[in-house]
């Protein structure tokens, strides 16, 4: 069963940085994307970043400049936040889309949603102003 943990959040003040983790554990492919989203109070969910095991990243234009994705081994991610506003608050998701499905995106990084098959319980981060 294929299982996503996430780790990191919390209360950090305007400008400040926070680190999220993600573990996928469970994936019977060994092959697979991963990725963050996230979803503030009255909001849509909306993606953040995308990381493939080649190396390949990819980030939306809102987080562009102060957030980093990266993966110190497959199945395990980490998402820097530098330079965080108010608007960055919401509930942080872990994302992974794995096997064939994630083979069929080639060179592709995705960053959207609806993208994603399996997701995390969600870690909440809120940026005081």
């Known amino acids: 069963q294929i299982r996503l943990v996430e780790s990191g959040g919390g209360l950090v003040q305007f400008g400040g940085s926070l680190r999220l983790s993600c573990v996928l554990s469970g994936d019977p492919f060994g092959y697979n994307i991963m990725g963050w989203s996230r979803q503030a109070p009255g909001n849509e969910r909306e993606g953040v970043a995308c990381i493939k095991q080649d190396g390949v990243t990819a980030l939306a234009e809102y987080v562009k400049g102060r957030f980093t994705i990266s993966s110190a081994h497959a199945g395990a991610i980490a998402l820097d936040m530098n330079s965080l506003k108010p608007e960055d608050t919401a509930v942080y998701y872990c994302?992974?889309?794995?096997?064939?499905?994630?083979?069929?995106?080639?060179?592709?990084?995705?960053?959207?949603?609806?993208?994603?098959?399996?997701w995390g319980q969600g870690t909440q981060v809120t940026v005081s102003s």
């Open positions: 994302a992974a889309i794995t096997g064939l499905r994630a083979a069929a995106f080639g060179a592709l990084c995705p960053t959207g949603m609806n993208d994603y098959d399996f």
